[in-house]
Nanobody, 123 residues
């Protein structure tokens, strides 16, 4: 069974950091681009970042540039999202997703999705 599992979410104060992980089981991520998306209550899902299958190309939403870093370790079949200088507006459920082919911030192109992990930034 193809599955993506996110972990690493939680509560953090503004200015803090979290590292999210996206682990795949049932398939290898070697040939998949991975995207991170988030959805806050009452808002539409938005793209946060994505990375190509080799890790050589990355994209970020303007709102997280300079604060978030996406990376991958194909040997561990895992993709990471390092989130620094977190703000209350980063509060959302974060999802990872996999797509065969090019990295994209278009969520409708992704075939496989995780269940999400909650990130809450508040004082």
């Amino acid at each position: 069974q193809l599955q993506l599992v996110e972990s690493g979410g939680g509560w953090v104060q503004p200015g803090g950091s979290l590292r999210l992980s996206c682990a795949a089981s049932g398939f290898t991520l070697d040939y998949y681009a991975i995207g991170w998306f988030r959805q806050a209550p009452g808002k539409e899902r938005e793209g946060v970042s994505c990375i190509d299958h080799r890790g050589g190309s990355t994209k970020y939403a303007e709102s997280v540039k300079g604060r978030f870093t996406i990376s991958r370790d194909n040997a561990k079949n895992t993709v990471y999202l390092q989130m620094n200088s977190l703000k209350p507006e980063d509060t959302a459920v974060y999802y990872c997703a996999a797509v065969w082919g090019m990295a994209t911030m278009k969520s409708n192109l992704y075939a496989y999705w995780g269940q999400g992990t909650q990130v809450t930034v508040s004082s």
